[in-house]
Every structure is written in C-alpha cells, then in structure tokens.
C-alpha cells in the first residue's frame, strides 16, 4: 500500500506494468475465494431441506459428531422418511458448557419469572432458583423461585446435552437444567419402552462407586471415560529415565522437574476429577494398609482416609512443583506432550490413546504413550441428558435412544467399515453397554482385547469420601499451586539442588491447617456460602500462606547449601 | 458544520456508545460492585489490591505495555521514516511485507510460535544442527523468559499500526516546512528533531497509545506462553472459574479504569498541543535515493524485520503442509490433504462468506462512525468531547470475552438488544460488535489526520460558497484518505480474524466466522492443529491478496490526486 504522493510521477511504460500486476491481484483473489467453493463437499451447514432440527450442546470433537451425527440421522430417515438436521453447539470443553448452561438458564428464568409470572427479580434469587441448596428453610421468595424453576418448561433453545463427565452433569441434574421426562418423553420414557436396559447386567447404575446413570433417570452414561498419563518417550530418554511411567507416584520424580503438562482443575472438569481420583487412590491404599495391619474396619476407614488426604495432596504438590505452568485447557495437555515441550500429562483416555496413534509410525512405534495407572483411576462415563424446556423432546428422546441401542454403542468401538461401524473414522471409546462385549463383535473391535470392567475392579470410587469435598480441592489446588505457581517452583529447584534436604522438604510439603476435617470445618461452608467477598479474602489469605512456606522451604534448603 | 450538525452528530455517536459498549458492559461489572445482600461496595475493588498476585499482574501487564510500546516506536519510526523519504531496491514490497503480522489468524499464531519455539521445534533444530545447543538439551524457550517472548510478539503483531499511522504522517506532512528549516540553515538532525518530529506527533500518538491500551490488555498472547501472572489471564482464569464470583469483573472495573487514566494522562501531554499542519504538500516530496550498498542496507534492514514477523506465519504454512513436523528444521515429508481437508470442510465456505460480510460491513460503520467522533473531538465545540475521546477508546481496553459475554446477555428475549437478532441470526449483532471493538482504530487514524489537515482549507472552501457537507466530502476527506484508509485496513484486518465475539455469539455452525471454524478444526483429534493452520494459511493469503489489491486501488486514487 503506497501512501506517498509520488505515485503518479511514474513513466507511461510503467503504467502498463502497473496494471497487469493489478489484475494479477485480482485474479488470485478470485482463484482464492473459488477454492473453497470448489472443494465443499455436500454436507455443509444446514442441509438446503429440512423437516426437523434438533440442537445438541456436546464438548465432544468433530469425528464424534460426523459419525455418531450422520448414524442417526441415515437411520432417523430410512425409517421415517424425514430429514433430521444436527444443530450442534460447541461452546468447548465442559467448564464453558457448564458456564453457557448457567448463564444462559439465568436469563431464560429471570425473563419467565419477570414476564410470565409477573413478579420481581433480584440477584439472591438469580443464584437460588438453580441451587439445589434452596429449600423451604430458605427465604420465601428464594423456594418459590425455585419452585417454579422445578415445575417450569424454561428452556434455552436446546434438546440435549450429550458428553461431559459424571459429575458435571450430576451438578447440571441438581440445578435442574436436566429433566427425566415423562410420558412418552425422556429416560424414563426410554425406561418404559426398554425396562431391560436398565438392569446390571446391559447398564448398570454403578460401577466400583462411579454412577453410571442417575438413580433419578435425568442423565445416563453412553460412553466409558477413564483418565491416565500420557507421555512422550523420546522426552524421558533425554531426561534419562528409564522406565515410563506406570503410577500417578511417577510423575512426582524429580528428574521430571519443569517437564510435566498440568492444566488448572477449576478452569477443567477433567483435570478436577483426576485429582479427585488421586486422592482417592491414596485414601484406598492408606485403608487398605491399616486393614492390613490388623486395625479394625472403622476406624481403619476413618484414618485411612484422613491420611490418604493428607499424601494425595502431598503428591498432587510435587506434581505441581514439576509442572512447566498451568493450561487453561485440557485439551492442551496432550499436544504439549506430543510436541515434546512436557514429558508427560494427565489425559483423558480418549485424547492420550488417539494422539498415540496419530504419531505412530509406520514400524509401529509411537514416541507418544498413554496408561492408566492401575488402581489409580475409576472408571467413568461420558452421558447424554435431556434439557429442560427442549424445543424438540420427542426427536431428543429418539436421538438418545439410537445412541444407547445395541446399533449407537457400536460406533464407538468398531473399526470403520465393518458393518455397523462408523464410515469413516475409528472413534477409539468403549461403549458403556455391558452385552455388546461379546465374541462376535470382538471381531471387529478396533481393540478387540478391552475388558474396562474387569479393570474396574481395581479400583473403586467412594463418593462419600470426597465428593463433599470436590470444590474445595479445586480451590486448594488453585491457592496451593496454581497461584503460587512460580514460588512453589523455586522452592521445589532449590530442594532438589540440595537433594532434597529433610527439613526444607518438610516445610515444603507442610499442610497443618488443611487436614482432612479442618478443610470441611472452615472451607467447605466459604465455597458453599453466597457470599462471595469472603471467598475472595479467604482465597487472598490462603495463598500467603502457602507462598510464606513455599518461601521458608527455599530459605531452609538454601541455609542447608551454606552450612558444611 | 453548523451547530445543528454538530449537536446531532454528537447525539448520534454518543447514543450509538451508551447501547453498544456501556450497556453490554454494565451489566457485568456492575456485579463487581455489589455485595451479598445487595448493597454497594468497594470491597471487591480493594481485594485487587490486596492481594499481591494481583498487584503483581498489574505491574507486570503496565511493564509489558511500556516495553512493547517502545519496541514498536524503534521499530515503526526508522522504516516510516526510510519508506517515505528514500528510494531504495524492493521499497514497495517491503512496504506490503512489513503489515503482514496484520493477516496472522489467532490460535494457528500460536500453533505456529510453538512449532518454532518449541523443545522439538524449528529454532532448537537449528541450533543442534549448527552445534550451538547440545542434541537432547534443547532450550525451553516457550517456558523460560516468557515476559520477554511475550513483549517480543506483541511487538511484532503490533508495529504495523504504529508504522500505518507515522508513515500516513509523514506522507502528509509538507516537504516545503523541512526545506524552509534548511534554508534557513538548520542542519539535518536539528530538522529531524524540531520540525518533523513535532508535526508527526499525531500520527506517532495514535499508534503509540493503540500499542500500549492493546499491551496492557491483551489476552490471547500471554495465554499462548500460559503466563498467568499478568492481570488479562487472571481475568480469563478468574471468569472460567465456575464459582459464581463477581471478583474477575472487579479486575476488569480496575483494568479499564487504569487504562483510562493512561490514556488521557498520555493525551494531556503529548497531544495536547497540536501545532496545524501546513495541510497537503504544497510541493512534491523529492525522494532521495540510495544507491549501492546503503540502498541494500536500508533494504536489509527492513527484510531483517519482515523475517522475524513473519516467524509465526512461516510456523503456520509449515506445520499446514506438514504431516508431523517433529525434532526437525523443515518438516521431513510434506503434503497437501490438511489443505483439502480444511477447505472441503463444511465449515469452511460459508465462515468465508460470514468473515467477508461481518467484517466489511463492520469497517463501514467504523468508517462512519470514526470519522464523527474524531471530527467532533478535533474541531467540535462541545464540552462532552473530551469524555467521547476516552470512550471511543474503552473498547481496546475492555477484554473481548467481557464484552462479548455483555451482547450475549443484552440480545436474550426480552433483553434490549434482542431487536439485533434477527430471528436466530446474529449478524447485526455481530457487525455492531466488530465494529464497537474496532472502532479505536479508525478514530485514532481520523483523528490524527484531522490534526493534520488546517481547518483553512475548509475555511477557504466555505468561503468561496461551498455548504459545509461538500465541503468536507470534496476537501477534508480526500485529504485524510490515507489516514482513513490506515484505519480502515486495521479495522478490516482485525474484523476478520476477531476472537470473543466470534466465539460467544456466533453459536450455530452456519453463521461461524472463520476464527470460530478455525477453533473448530483446531479440536480434531490428531489432524486437528494442521487443519486448523492450513485453514489459516487460505485467510492469510486472502487478507494479503486483499491489502495488495486495497492498496492498488488506492495507490492509483493516490496518484490521481496529485496530477499536475
């Protein structure tokens, strides 16, 4: 782009040059717009005709939608003759989800309430009609919100919520943006028409402690999600460890310092939950050791779990100190690994086996590896939910029928091409139905030898062990390391220096103040409570304090360096 | 203009701020400021404060601001200066290439950095091929020094605004005064110094301070590096956060309300006092032209600075031709499928034609709309004018998600902006959001050429008859064009690769722009961040294609303006 005013001083010759470069200009501009145009293939946007939409709020990736999406939609139209359009809504991954649904929902109420109902709105109640916590002990205005909310048919403009994890949608259940249904409408119409489903041994309601659908039939699981360490070999080879990665303990070595992937739990449902299932590893192991060690069964629970807190959140600490800084996604986690700027992460199952096989090569080596440590993770599942106020509840109910029959679940496993496999892509999950394992269809499984539920058994989920305490992990994650990222991680340089001195390692890893029952005594009723100022000063004072310890551990390890 | 006018035109712009950038915004950060039962408070704001984290963010975004804002004056003010005055070989190419960190698309940006940057990237490549890093010890240059990578790509994404707005200034700037001083016997420097200098300061303000609001606030380049001690990412963090907590918006409240004070603390003291230009030249500017080797220095330094800002677009097209650029300087196999994926992708086509129509529509009513605030700042009589100057550059400093959150909410039923929805098409709302974002830029390039341009030529004109609408079509416009259409690139560029807006309001796939395509294909599995880059290597041609052929366009108009 020329500003000066030289440009007509030019000689007549040149004008000539001057204008075929210009219409060069505009002919590769033509060319360029006309690529895509050309390349677009028929199954773009909105198809030109449709009978039905239906909208679909999912976190879940592109193949997912293609294959399961087109699925059904050949099956909705061999049967009936309509064409089914897939309106699908992907804010991104499950906290954003959750964020949509919430503010989303808020409106949606506040202008049925104002309108409708004719009545004031407030701030309380625009957090009380969606917070199960409100009950006819609550202020009147505050339980007739929620009432109403509970006996209304606001909605958002979407059908179904389809993928997440277990506890997301079990928070979504509670605040009563999922319906169970009714009358020929929902699960529990799904549970009318096929009472077999919903037995142990085809879906079962839970599985070593993890909820598989919701006793209330307001969500249920499709899919099976575990979560575990992926990792890059050629990064370990180069920081000289041997052996890959089999524990959660693992990722805590030292020689990892600076190299590990994390993502903050309270920006990542996933990552959340995987801390949970640290902690929870370590509750187990401490029960089961002092189960061992004679103590009665009680009390072996009661302290085993106390302590098991004590070192999950021990272990999650020199994690954290070995982390590189915190994603805002966990998504991240495994292209970071794969692109060798970490030497390993926490991943979902999914996203560390597929980027394993994106890698591959062709003598069948990967420098990418996943593994779920053994006794160290649950299995979980991915659900599907029907929304309050859907525009298109009976189309929802048939699309979640289709995705949990015997024909939607194989999709997920079966190699594509096979009959009733996916077309195009193999999506590498298992499905949650118990009798699609069976021999005939291990033929033509992608992984023909997965047995998740005999995995299972290894490790089981005690929802009362931490379940009360879910928000207060993520938010002593994010005082504990998160926050005091950069300090944590000097101290954690300065130790291993001094090879990891006793007493500077102890102070490190001091959390006197953060027992097991002081946590439930004085966090647990800030997170819960409305007001928020206070969360923000307890927030405030809570990470002093772990920069104050994080500081002395490095002082102490810097002394040690001094004296002889 | 007659007072009538001018009071309608204020009216008009100022109505246009309070729906379309007050509105959306109070509404949130007015939660900033109330406490649990309702009541006014600062406690929130004093919290910012507080805190050590946070007043460590602050700093380090003001140290960030100030550092990118010097880098891109040395950088911008020796090239304006050597393209407007010098003649040298490639001058015009060079003048093209250097706006090229305008065309790099969000996210794929990233991917590009991080290929290049990375541990297994293309600099740690070279180096252990040039022997100068020992193979296995690559340098962790994403996760180290990230202050300074962040200042580093800010200055490169940034410069072109502050070299657009100096070299529109000194192209406007009359040769006759500078040949008056040397007349006069004033030696080069002193000329420089005294005389050029001060006149271009308009131009060197309105990139200068775009440059700094831009630094201070920016998200999207320390969430790449994951730097999260800076106060952007803490906002981000702190409203992903699910917890209900009003505490990010009093971050917000803190942000706009320092970057306010910046703004018209640096307006009082440099642009205060405006000497009037002389208006167009009066003579033609005589180029001087550097033959031999200083002509191939001059040349060399400007390649030098095209190089390095081209980096990440040079990341982009390698890792989109790529199929898995790993540990090596080039990619070791290349291959065309990511570009046929991307571009057959349903997505694709009709994000073009969403971007093509957001964007240019966007840029007309920014071209509207600047043009009356800067007239009304520059030579209104109103007392607001001040106020509306600060304002109409607000929207640099009010993080995108913000603001997009706020149209999200405004445009529900029964919300006031529901009229922009058009049915469930959000293109007006879209168009009117680009353009509230992007207006800074038109209005500070406006107004910098208004400051240039002597109220007596319009004078004149009115004088010898003219209405005061012809003439300010027929004289003030034509002579601001290149000031205009500085603006106009910027805000057209920016329109096109926007990010918050595009990714909160536009929820359906058929009227995604192409960032949120991009952001789409960027989440398949595997392919995915090739896919996305091969679609940002098409929008970076296209928005290079359509510079080269705006600025033929232009450069013709140009010339004609200058026949003898």
Known sequence: ?564 | MSTLASRGLFLTVTVFFLLFFVLPIWGALRGAFLDAQGGFTFEYLLEVFRNPIYREGLFNSFLIAVLTTLGCVLLAVPLAFGYVRYEFPGRGLCNGLLLTPLILPPFVGALGIQAILGQAGALNSLLTLLGIVAPGRPVDWLGEGRMAGVVLMNVLHLYPIAYLNVSAALANLDPALEEAAANLGAPPRRRLWRITLPLIVPGLFAGASIAFIWAFTELGVPLIFDYDRVTSVQIFAAIKDLSNNPFPYALVVVLLFLSTTFYALSRQFLAGDIAGGGGRATMARVMIPLTGFRGLLCAGGFALVIALALLPHAGVVLLALAEDWYATLLPSRLTLAHFAGALSHGLTLSAIANSLKYASLATLLDLLLGIGVAWIVVRGQQRGRGLLDAMSMLPLAVPGIVMAFGYLALSREGQMLHGLMLGEDPVLLLVVAYAMRRLPYVVRSAAAGLQQVSPALEEAARNLGAPPARALWRITLPLITPNLVAGALLAFSFAMLEVSDSMILAQQAQYFPITKAIYTLASVLGEGPALAAALGVWSMVFLTLTLLAAGNLLGKKLGALFRA
């Not at chain 1, 210009?22 to 501009?29: F, K, M, T, V």
């Not at chain 1, 799904?190 to 009472?195: G, Q, S, V, Y």
């Not at chain 1, 959660?248 to 995987?274: E, N, Q």
């Open chain 1, 1 to 564: 782009m020329d500003v000066s005013p030289q440009d007509e001083a030019r000689p007549p010759a040149l004008v000539k040059r001057f204008w075929r470069g210009d219409w060069l200009i505009w002919l590769a501009l033509l060319v360029t717009v006309a690529g895509p145009f050309l390349l677009a293939t028929r199954d773009a946007g909105a198809p030109g005709h449709h009978d039905r939409r239906l909208v679909i709020l999912t976190p879940h990736h592109e193949r997912i939608r293609q294959e399961i999406g087109n699925a059904f939609v050949a099956d909705w139209r061999a049967r009936t003759g309509e064409t089914v359009y897939l309106d699908w809504r992907t804010p991104g991954g499950s906290s954003e989800i959750a964020l949509f649904l919430k503010s989303e929902f808020a409106g949606a109420f506040e202008y049925d309430w104002t309108t409708r109902l004719q009545r004031d709105w407030s701030q309380p109640l625009a957090h009380a009609f969606a917070d199960p916590r409100t009950t006819d002990r609550s202020s009147p205005r505050e339980w007739a919100a929620r009432q109403a909310f509970l006996a209304s048919n606001v909605g958002v403009g979407v059908d179904l919520l389809f993928g997440g994890g277990s506890y997301d949608f079990q928070q979504q259940a509670e605040a009563g943006y999922l319906v169970a249904g009714g009358a020929g409408i929902g699960l529990l119409a799904l549970r009318d028409r096929h009472p077999d489903w919903f037995t142990p041994e085809v879906y079962p309601e839970a599985v070593s402690g993890e909820p598989f659908r919701d006793r209330d039939y307001r969500w249920m699981g499709v899919e099976l999600a575990t979560f575990g360490i992926v990792y890059n070999r050629d990064v370990l080879r180069r920081l000289g460890i041997a052996r890959e990665p089999e524990q959660w303990v693992d990722l805590t070595d030292p020689r990892l310092a600076g190299r590990i992937a994390m993502s903050d739990p309270t920006k990542s449902g996933s990552v959340a939950k995987a801390f949970e299932l640290i902690i929870q590893q370590q509750m187990q192991q401490a029960v089961a050791n002092r189960l061992a060690a004679g103590e009665q069964a009680g009390a072996a629970e009661a302290g085993g779990i106390r302590e098991g807190w004590r070192e999950g959140l021990k272990l999650i600490q020199r994690m954290s100190a070995n982390a590189r800084y915190f994603t805002d996604s966990a998504a991240k986690i495994p292209l970071e690994v794969s692109r060798a700027d970490a030497a390993a992460g926490m991943a979902i199952e999914s996203y560390g086996k597929a980027t394993e096989e994106f890698v591959r090569r062709p003598d069948g080596s990967s420098r990418v590896g996943f593994v779920a440590p053994l006794g160290g993770t649950s299995l979980s599942v991915d659900p599907i939910a029907l929304l309050r106020g859907a525009p298109e509840p009976r189309l929802a109910t048939e699309f979640m029928e289709f995705v949990l029959s015997p024909r939607g679940q194989k999709l997920w496993a079966l190699r594509p091409g096979v009959p009733e496999g996916p077309v195009s892509t193999a999506l590498r999950r298992l499905p949650v139905r118990r009798d699609f394992y069976t021999d005939a269809n291990r033929l033509y499984m992608t992984e023909p030898d997965a047995r998740p539920y005999a995995q299972a058994g290894h490790f089981v989920y005690h929802p009362d062990w931490t379940a009360p305490l879910y928000g207060a992990i993520r938010f002593l994650i994010r005082v504990m390391c998160v926050e005091t990222h950069p300090e944590q991680r000097e101290a954690w340089r300065a130790l291993i220096d001094q090879g990891l001195p006793g007493a500077a390692l102890a102070a490190f890893q001091d959390l006197s103040g953060f027992d097991y029952d002081e946590v439930q005594r004085r966090i647990v009723p800030i997170l819960r409570g409305k007001d928020k100022l206070v969360e923000v000063r307890l927030a405030r004072e809570l990470s002093a304090v772990f920069r104050e310890r994080y500081e002395r551990a490095r002082r102490l390890a810097r002394d040690g360096r001094n004296r002889p």
